[in-house]
């Protein structure tokens, strides 16, 4: 058992640890308030989408690139990659404020580089200082971040707390697969073809009414 390790990223991807994140929905408020998702399967189905093909599937393979950096330029090289595919500047504001925060924090506890990185390079690059296994982290980062956006969804549509974990459940099972196709963390392979979430988060800058960031 891991359990120092479990622990640690417990504490780092709970709710509890400020970085924000109840405050961004990834566009998925857009999305509803365009149609594009009305309903609990919709948002299941919009969630497997940004999991396999859009930004968790891109998170993964950062955090993991992050992780096996071996000098500040190569640290720095991921950093600025992270930054470049942010398909928005919404999804910049998302990465860099969440990844500010859980730097800063980190920080205070545990000492380490106090720069300010996107929130997955962030995390892959003081699990690595903690020598924390790469898989637990990378799976531990998307079931926190899918759990994240379940909430955004009961907030914006009729999806009860029940049902909601019943998706995350079945979201949770297809993590490994994500996390173990992105652990070498080659910068050649990031891709997304999750186009309308993407779009999703554009439409999201110019939305009148929004209770999210993002």
């Known amino acids: ?9 417990a504490q780092w991807l709970s709710p509890a ?28 189905d919009w969630l497997t989408e940004v999991l396999e093909t ?4 891109n998170d993964a393979l950062l955090l993991a690139a992050a992780y096996r950096a071996e000098t500040p330029d190569a640290l720095a090289e991921v950093d600025a990659t992270a930054r470049a595919f942010a398909a928005s500047k919404e999804r910049l504001a998302e990465t860099d404020q969440q990844g500010a925060a859980f730097t800063a924090t980190t920080h205070v506890i545990r000492g380490g580089d106090p720069t300010p990185r996107p929130y997955p390079v962030a995390v892959g690059a003081a699990a690595a ?10 799976e531990m980062y998307l079931q926190a971040f899918l759990s994240n956006l379940v909430a955004a969804g009961q907030r914006l549509l009729p999806v009860g707390q029940t049902a909601g974990q019943a998706f995350l459940h079945r979201l949770t099972a297809r993590i490994p697969a994500v996390a173990a196709a ?27 009414t929004r209770i999210f960031r993002t």
């Open 54 to 57: 859009g930004a968790g599937h």
């Open 129 to 138: 200082r903690a020598g924390l296994p790469l898989d637990l982290t990378q």
């Open 1 to 9: 058992m891991r359990t120092d390790a479990v622990l640690t990223l």
């Open 182 to 208: 992105t652990r070498s963390g080659d910068l050649e392979t990031l891709s997304a073809t999750a186009f309308l979430t993407d779009i999703a988060a554009m439409r999201h800058e110019t939305q009148a």
């Open 17 to 44: 640890y400020p970085v924000g994140a109840f405050a961004y929905s990834h566009g998925l408020e857009a999305a509803v308030a365009v149609g594009w998702v009305l309903d609990g399967a919709d948002l299941e």
